[in-house]
Structures are given as structure tokens and as C-alpha cells.
């Protein structure tokens, strides 16, 4: 960052706006402008904040608050008059000032260094390609439009590289084009929830809704420019490599029915995990009279005003369904299999102020050092609370001490939501470790189940009925409404389409129905030249985003797509004992992980108890295992030299 650029905003809303300034990270925006190690004076360090609520103040006296927000006023005003910005910290630099930014008693790992330093945006993840070549000598085709699809086009396009974004609907959006029920919105902060070198600092809510984020991936569309590299309409139906050519042949399906191909050196698919819904298997689900809607298919011409309307499920969408109906509905029925817990979020329903806007678009570094806290708080931080102790007394209830703590808050927490409703405690308090399965931002859950006209149903369907549910009890419950609050078909990865490799094997053959393995979770032997974006068990479920996996995952592939353009390799297939070690040693680190604890159903394991879908890596981890592809890894392939 150079020197000043034209502000939006006057000096008088500039000083009006740093009162609401969040001082933790004011102070390492300053630091980072000027470099100066004032800003990180002793009696200038932040306190650690106490529980969930963020604290402007930073736990400093008013004097120095005043101070702070002074001394600040006075350095962006001379940034925009021209003052240079200082050089970027170094990565070790960046864990020190994350630290003090965090307060007393937060110690972050060295390896983080290098993953901050991109995410500020002082170090670039960009793979310039010097020379690439011509369309018709290298394509790629990337099957998914969605948040992975649009961040590998973005960076193709960067590098002269051509490609083709393929996706089954008409617009792009992926699972934000398709979830519209009521209440849909995401449980990652917004700030953090979107990609590193495309950050909005207009950000209605901290926590966005889904009109909010569809919007952003629109906007990543139009403002790089990606729409004539799009064919939308198109379904994915098979991927089929040709050895002879060393190229994929994708076929796909329009919406008419016709069938188009394209060919491809490279695939990068990016269909995700949230797009294909999941149907409960239960007797009788066809029969039911009235409206019938999974979450994902949701249907705005059904009424559910004044309508009893019941709910299979208690995850995700059911936790931000359910608040948003109740009271709107006559009466909602829950039927629960299994409670969830549910960590409180202050800033769930909570708007971005106008002033906090003007600092994240004025202030330099203001919105990238808010970024890095919720990196580090929302992502690493909580992974040690997710290794079970082997010599830990209590494993019905915890698997450590960190996270028995964090079970007796939590259960504090929901108790307090549910206040005099103490008949519903057994049904709103889950037996099992907390994190065991998705941790779930509460959105109003245990207050809204605790309503008059919401009943919470534990008893096990039989069926469902024309008029209903019935129960094993023998009750049956009446509704006008259903809806399938059931998740996604998670372990059946790039299902329906068929990916046939080098040997005629399917993908589909060599994974089975639910087992999917892939090195690194990107690429897999037999099955050249294609690589996956939130493949199997890249979801950190300790945290975090999936932006900042798919970064680091798109970083990988480019860098491998330059080394094939630059060093004429025509096929890199993952070598099988590469994929065996890795899967060996991802298998054993998730083992002692608490998505590996008995006693729960989740959609992290697959039907044999493997978990398929969350990496045992921290994201800093990560980030240095997908660095830069090693080329003895894989069976590498170049073009002959043209006989003269």
C-alpha cells in the first residue's frame, strides 16, 4: 500500500467514525500504516476480551481510548495526503502483533505467519503464468459456479489461462442460488465468509443472510469480468479421460435436454458438498397431502402463515428455520432425532453500523486486521479443544478438560435460553462431547423452542400419512405443512456425475458410495489432471471458512496447471502410495480427533464409522502442506519434442 488514495469520506466523518472503532484492531491497522511500534506500547495493549460479546474499548481506560482514536485520526489524515505506507510486516511480526491484538493469554503458532500475511493482503497468492498459452493448446473446465468455481475462474483468468465455468443452474450462486428458505443466512462472520482478495467492507450484517451473499458471488461475476467464460444451464453428466490425447471429455446436459462436449487438459471441479439434499428414508414420505419441501427446494408459493407446520431435522437449517416461522405459523412441530448444541453469537442478528463500514473502506488495513482476528478466533484457536485425551476420566460427556469446560458454559448457556421451560432440558441437551458434530451459531433455537406454539418431538416416526406424522406411540401428529430440514447427500462427492479415469474405472468404483479419499483431498491416482476444490476431508471443522480452504486449494492447483504450461507436462496423476501414506496418516490424526468419539450420528462418518469429510490439520497446517505441489509425488507425463 502506497501512498493515500482519494477518500470517500470527509475528516469530520472520519473522527465521528473512529469513536466506534474497535480499538483492538485500530491499533494494529496503525501499526501496520506507520510501522511504528508505538501502537504497540504496553500501556496501549488491548485486554482479553470476556466471553462472546465484542468490546470496542479494548478493556483500556477512556483517557487512552481517546488517545488511541486521536493519534489515529491524525496518521490516516496524513496517509491520504501522501505519507507513504510503511513496508509489511514480516509473517513472524504478524503473529506477534495477532497476539497482542487477541490480548494476554493468547499464544498463536509460528507456522501461522505466512497464512496471516496473505490474508492481510501483504503477500500475494497469486501464480503469474509468464507465457501462457493459447486456448486451443490448454483449457480448463471447472465444473461448479458457486464460491470455488468463481475463486479458480477469477485466478485462471488472472494468469491468461482459458477456461470454461460449467453449472447446472441458470445463474451462478451455487448452494446461496439455491437455499431461499426463510431465515437462510450463514454461520461463519461475513467478514470472514467471503475471499481474501475480494473483501466487501459493506457488509450489512456481521452474520450475512443469504440475499446478502448471493449477491457477493454475483458481484465476483460482474466485477471480474467472468460471464463470457460461463456456460450456465449446463449439467455435468460425465468426465472421461482420453489417454491418447491426454485430455477429459466433458459431457453435459442443457436444460432441453441436449447434449453438449468440451475437452479439457485440466478439471477443476467445484460442486461443494451442499448441493444435492438429502431425503430421509421413512414409510410414506410420497403420501403426504399437503406441501412437501426439502429446506434446499424451497418453495415460496407454499403459505405458512396460520398453518401447522412440521420439521424433520435439527441441524443448520432447521436451527435458522424454525426461529424464523414460529410466530408466523399456527404451530411448528420439531421432530428431533438427536439435540444440538448451540454456541451463543451475539452478533447473529446484529447490523454493520455506518461508521464501522466507513472504517473498513477508509482506514487502511482496518478491515484486513478485523479479518485476522476472526482467522484466528474463529479457526485455530479451537482446534486443541477437539483432541481427545486418551487418559481424560469423564469420555461419556468430554473428551478433555478444555472441552468439559466448554460443556458445562454451553449447557449453563442453553438452561438460561430456556428459562422456566425445564420440562424441555433432557430434549435441548445433547449427551454427547460438544463439537462432536457441526458446531451451530445459535439463532434464537432454545428461546424459540421454548414457545408456547413450538413443540420439540422425540418420540420415533412410524410414518407419514396423508394428514401427517405418526409415531410409534401411535399418536398421530395432523399437519398442513412438511418440511425436510435433512441436510445434503455430503458423502456421495460429485454424485451423479460420472468420472471415468485412465484405467475405464469410475470414480464412483474405486471410492464406493461414501468412502472418498483423495491426497490432500485435491487429486486422486488413476484420474489424471483433475483435481477437487473441498474434496474429501478438507472442511476444518474446528472452524474457520471454506474461503480460506478453497484459497489455499485453488494456490495448489494453479501452481501445478504453471509447472504443466511452463515444463510441457501433459498428465500428472497422483502416485497410489502418495494417496495410501497420506490417507493412512489422515486416518490416524482423525482418530484421536472428536469426530472420531462413539456415541453420535453425523454426516462427517460415512456407514463403516470413517470420517470422510472434516481434516485433522489446523488451517495453518494445511497451508504449508498445500503450499506447492511436489512433482515426485505424481506420475508426470511430458509432450514429446516436435519431430523436425
Known amino acids: 500500500m502506497g501512498a493515500g488514495t482519494a477518500a470517500v469520506s470527509t475528516p469530520a466523518e472520519l473522527r ?81 502483533m495477532l497476539e497482542i491484538a487477541l490480548g494476554p493469554g493468547n499464544t498463536l503458532p509460528p507456522e501461522i505467519g505466512p497464512l496471516l500475511a496473505e490474508e492481510l493482503g501483504v503477500a500475494s497468492r497469486d501464480v503469474p503464468i509468464a ?57 461463519t462472520p461475513s467478514h470472514l465468509y467471503s475471499l481474501s482478495f475480494a473483501q466487501r467492507p459493506d457488509w450489512p450484517r456481521y452474520f450475512a443472510r443469504r440475499d446478502d451473499l448471493h449477491r457477493y458471488l454475483l458481484s465476483l461475476a460482474d466485477e471480474y469480468e467472468l ?17 491418447d490425447c491426454h485430455e477429459w471429455v466433458v459431457t453435459a446436459r442443457t436444460a432441453d435436454g441436449k447434449r453438449e462436449t468440451l475437452s479439457a487438459n485440466v478439471v477443476i471441479t467445484a460442486t461443494g458438498y451442499l448441493n444435492r439434499p438429502a431425503y430421509p428414508d421413512i414409510e ?13 427446494r424451497w418453495r415460496n408459493d407454499v403459505e405458512i402463515a396460520g398453518r401447522r ?15 424464523a416461522i414460529a410466530g408466523v405459523a399456527e404451530r411448528v412441530f420439531v421432530f428431533q432425532r438427536s439435540p444440538q448444541w448451540g454456541l451463543p453469537n451475539p452478533n447473529q442478528a446484529r447490523r454493520v453500523s455506518p461508521a464501522t463500514q466507513l472504517l473498513m473502506r477508509d482506514v487502511p488495513y482496518y478491515l484486513g486486521w478485523y479479518r485476522l482476528r476472526l482467522v484466528w478466533n474463529f479457526g485455530d484457536r479451537l482446534f486443541p479443544a477437539l483432541q481427545i ?34 420440562d424441555l432440558i433432557d430434549k435441548c441437551v445433547p449427551t454427547y462431547p460438544p463439537y462432536g458434530k457441526r458446531p ?33 406411540t401411535g399418536e398421530e401428529v395432523p399437519l398442513d405443512v412438511l418440511v425436510l430440514a435433512t441436510g445434503f447427500q455430503n458423502l456421495n462427492l460429485l454424485s451423479p456425475i460420472e468420472v471415468r479415469g485412465r484405467s475405464g474405472r469410475t470414480l464412483r468404483e474405486t471410492w464406493g458410495e461414501d468412502d472418498a479419499t483423495a491426497h490432500l483431498g485435491i487429486t486422486v ?39 504443466m504450461v511452463e515444463e510441457g507436462i501433459v498428465s500428472v496423476e497422483c502416485r497410489q502410495e502418495v494417496h495410501d501414506d497420506y490417507v493412512r496418516r489422515l486416518d490416524t490424526a482423525l482418530s484421536r480427533t472428536i469426530w472420531a468419539h462413539p456415541g453420535m450420528t453425523t454426516y462427517y462418518r460415512n456407514s463403516r464409522g470413517r470420517v470422510v469429510t472434516t481434516m485433522p490439520w489446523t488451517n495453518a497446517e494445511y497451508w504449508h502442506m498445500t503450499r506447492e505441489p511436489d512433482l515426485d509425488e505424481f506420475h508426470v507425463e511430458r509432450a514429446l519434442p516436435a519431430v523436425p
Request: charged fraction near 25%; include cysteine.
Open 16 to 96: 465521528a467514525a473512529l469513536e466506534e472503532a474497535h480499538l483492538p484492531t485500530l491499533l494494529m491497522a496503525m501499526a501496520t500504516l506507520s510501522g511504528d511500534d508505538a501502537w504497540l506500547r504496553d500501556d496501549w495493549r488491548p485486554a482479553a476480551p470476556r466471553g462472546a460479546e465484542e468490546d470496542n474499548t479494548g478493556g483500556l481506560p477512556p483517557d487512552v481510548q481517546a488517545e488511541i482514536r486521536a493519534a489515529a485520526y491524525e496518521l490516516v489524515l496524513a496517509w491520504r495526503a501522501g505519507k507513504p505506507a510503511a513496508d509489511a510486516p514480516s509473517p513472524e511480526r504478524l503473529v506477534e
Open 131 to 187: 507465457d501462457p498459452p493459447l486456448a486451443d493448446q490448454f483449457r480448463v473446465v471447472i465444473v461448479g459456479g458457486g464460491f470455488g468455481g468463481l475463486c479458480a475462474g477469477i485466478k485462471l483468468k488472472a494468469a491468461g489461462i482459458a477456461f470454461t465455468i460449467l453449472d447446472k443452474n441458470e445463474e451462478v450462486g451455487g448452494t446461496w442460488l439455491e437455499n431461499t428458505y426463510p431465515g437462510c443466512g450463514v454461520d
Open 227 to 243: 460471464r463470457p467464460f460461463m456456460q450456465l444451464g449446463r449439467e455435468v453428466e460425465s468426465l472421461v479421460w482420453q489417454e
Open 284 to 296: 410414506g414420505l410420497g403420501d403426504f397431502a399437503g406441501p412437501c419441501m426439502h429446506t434446499a
Open 309 to 323: 407446520v412440521g420439521v424433520l431435522g435439527t441441524g443448520a437449517s432447521a436451527m435458522q428455520l424454525v426461529p
Open 389 to 422: 485425551d486418551p487418559d481424560w476420566p469423564h469420555p461419556e460427556r468430554s473428551i478433555n478438560a478444555i472441552n468439559d469446560r466448554h460443556r458445562q458454559f454451553l449447557t449453563r448457556y442453553i438452561l438460561s435460553e430456556l428459562g422456566d421451560r425445564t
Open 440 to 472: 451451530l451459531l445459535d439463532a434464537g433455537w432454545f428461546r424459540t423452542v421454548a414457545r408456547d406454539d413450538v413443540d420439540v418431538v422425540t418420540d420415533r416416526i412410524s410414518r407419514i400419512t396423508p394428514r401427517g406424522v405418526l409415531l410409534e
Open 525 to 563: 491416482p488413476d484420474f489424471p489432471n483433475l483435481f477437487m476444490l473441498l474434496g474429501p476431508n478438507t472442511i476444518a471443522g474446528h472452524g474457520g471458512s471454506a474461503a480460506l480452504g478453497l484459497e489455499m486449494e485453488v494456490r495448489y492447483v494453479m501452481r501445478m496447471i504453471a509447472r
